[in-house]
């Protein structure tokens, strides 16, 4: 048995330990102290240094001890809790980066697509990139852009209102009312009409796919885009021969926003003015139930949409023939 020793400390302080608690009998148990662990805690307990606590000297002898009960397992285990912990420092650090220049990209992006927004309003300057061949390259973005962003929504449920204030989405929105203002003039619907045909697609998919209470802004948009495409006799046809179009008409009908519902009804008017909707759309167009639901809108509070379903009503009357 080893006996109770007193270590002495300079400046006269004095700290007892007990050695029976720390160290057991090397013939009764294994993994004790050996002697030259002891001898190397008592030197480092009387270093020139300056003194030691009880808790110190405790932590000392605890980490001697746990040394020599397990090796180098002890050591290599500490070290790889350090490495993990500064792992997960340098990659928090990294997703603060990322995500800083996330915010920049879509501030930048919102504040360019603005002002791209606005030039686009005079027809000279669609003109001129028409001319220079830079379309193409923004539709190949655009469409991109498109994709992620309503993925997105998908994703991470955006639905509430603050969301569209977001960079994001002014950049989405601004890039939406470019191309609707290149639709509005003669030779961007024409260039949509023949070689944006990736575009109008997705636009009706996207259209579809959407929630009904989500960016309502954007969707109109959308739907001013198809329109203006409508207006060109290509463009007009490509659209009604898509099979997404009156499911989608019938959608965006029963919208949560009035304006959804006003510009799905234009584009359904637009539609009707195609010679050939019968034989491409006629069973469609024919359905009791799609009468029905502009009948609907016509008792709407919006004069605007009112005056406009009562006319589109009218068109699927005529289209039916007076004895119908």
């Known amino acids: 048995m080893i006996s109770t020793q007193k270590l002495t400390y300079p400046r006269h302080v004095e700290c007892s330990i007990s050695l029976n608690a720390r160290v057991e009998n090397p013939k009764t148990r294994t993994g004790v102290f050996s002697r030259d662990s002891l001898c190397v805690g008592q030197a480092l307990a009387k270093t020139r240094s300056g003194t030691f606590t009880e808790v110190a000297a405790g932590i000392l002898f605890t980490e001697l001890k746990m040394s020599t009960l397990f090796g180098g397992k002890y050591v290599d285990q500490n070290q790889r809790a350090k490495e993990k912990l500064l792992l997960r420092e340098q990659l928090w650090q990294s997703g603060a980066e990322l995500q800083q220049q996330a915010d920049f990209c879509s501030t930048m992006g919102s504040a360019a697509c603005g002002l791209l927004w606005s030039c686009s309003s005079r027809e000279e300057t669609v003109t001129t990139w028409l001319a220079d061949g830079k379309l193409p390259s923004f539709l190949a973005v655009a469409v991109q852009t498109l994709e992620s962003f309503v993925k997105s929504l998908e994703d991470d449920i955006k639905t509430q209102p603050e969301d569209h204030k977001s960079h994001e989405y002014q950049f989405v929105l601004a890039l939406v009312g470019t191309i609707t203002n290149i639709a509005a003039v003669t030779c961007g619907r024409d260039f949509l009409s023949s070689s944006g045909n ?127």
């Not at 290509?234 to 659209?239: F, M, Q, R």
């Not at 959804?260 to 539609?271: E, P, T």
């Not at 003015?273 to 006629?282: M, N, T």
């Open 198 to 324: 990736i575009l109008l697609d997705l636009l009706m998919k996207l259209l579809q796919q959407m929630k009904p209470s989500v960016c309502p802004k954007l969707k109109v948009l959308m739907l001013m885009t198809l329109y203006n495409v409508s207006i060109s006799v290509k463009g007009l046809k490509y659209i009604t021969e898509n099979k997404d179009l009156i499911p989608l008409i019938w959608m965006l009908l029963d919208a949560e926003h009035w304006e959804v519902s006003l510009h799905c009804l234009r584009l359904l008017q637009s539609v009707l003015l195609e010679e050939d909707v019968l034989l491409l759309l006629g069973s469609s167009l024919l359905n009791p139930e799609l009468r029905a639901r502009v009948s609907r809108l016509t008792s709407s509070m919006q004069p605007s949409l009112r005056a406009t379903a009562q006319q589109t009503l009218e068109d699927l009357q005529a289209l039916q023939g007076p004895g119908r």
